[in-house]
């Protein structure tokens, strides 16, 4: 009888520690960079080719552009390899017939993928911005300024050169909307751009204090 209850006894406590030590081992899987309570400061520079619709009443155009933009961002670790904050951009593009500056802001989010000893942290992240757009056509007067609705998907490698500093290489798709009026005697323009590119920075992580 005591033989079973001493076994019994080293059965609950075999499983007490496992329990113990199970969300251990799963916090040392995560990089300190990526861990809960961490922050990642970042900059990339981009560009990309945008192919543009726009509609005004009843009729159709079609054109491509080449787009440059800065995008700095600072997102918190809520959860282990996932972050979520926010971005800033500042864009310009320019086709045969228009010149557009765009400053915006909004939230972002991204999902790490790395082991205890990554060099390499592979993410995907998406971020929803809104946009001042500044459209100048065709070397006319500047129209009024209009607001611009962007939705974007990426996917990327961080890949780190100390513990805490990266190289940061991203894809991304975005899609944006907006309307302009050159003049308030003309219909509104609907345009609607897609943007395919590249961007590459700089990132910097800031561990939670341990």
Known sequence: MNMNRLRFSQAIVTAA?????TPLQAQRTVPAAI????MIVDGSASISRS?????SDGTEAKATSTQVS???SLLYFVAPRFAVGGSLELSRFKNDAVTSTAVGAGPSARLYFAGQS???LPYVGTSVRVSRVSVDIDGSSSPPSTTQLGLEGVAGITFLFSRQVGIVTEAFVRRQSYSN????????TDVTTTDLGLRVG?????????
């Open 202 to 210: 700089v990132a910097a992580f800031i561990p939670r204090s341990r």
């Open 35 to 38: 861990d809960r309570g961490s």
């Open 51 to 55: 192919r543009s619709t726009a509609e």
């Open 70 to 72: 800065l995008l700095p």
């Open 181 to 188: 009026s050159v003049s308030g005697n003309l219909p509104a």
């Open 118 to 120: 990554a060099t390499a």
């Open 17 to 21: 520690l496992i329990a113990l030590a």
